[in-house]
Nanobody, 115 residues
């Protein structure tokens, strides 16, 4: 079992920045990679970024160059630094952890970007 708790969402103006955090606890030694997804109203959940236990990262094209995923292994926490935010980034952001045969999700944190 892995527990994921997100924080850091909120309301920000266009062009602003936010940093999301995801604290992992439980069987974290089994985690293969962690990442962020988001879901806007009326849309499917979409991939944003992932980071492996070795530090390799991958980004969706829509956020590449604006968002940065990082991991602090000492705190078992994954971050998503979001810069130059746009109204299209408004969504509930979910943290996820992959354990190869299982996938865990956090409860989500709302990000709202006003124009």
């Amino acid at each position: 079992q892995v527990q994921l708790v997100e924080s850091g969402g909120g309301l920000v103006q266009t062009g602003g920045s936010l940093r999301l955090s995801c604290a992992a606890s439980g069987s974290i030694f089994n985690i293969n990679w962690m990442g962020w997804y988001r879901q806007a109203p009326g849309k499917q959940r979409e991939f944003i970024a992932t980071i492996t236990s070795g530090g390799s990262t991958n980004y969706a094209g829509s956020v590449k160059g604006r968002f940065t995923i990082s991991m602090d292994n000492t705190k078992n926490t994954v971050y998503l630094q979001m810069n130059t935010l746009e109204p299209e980034d408004t969504a509930v952001y979910y943290c996820t952890a992959d354990l190869r045969t299982l996938r865990y999700w956090g409860q989500g944190t709302q990000v709202t970007v006003s124009s």
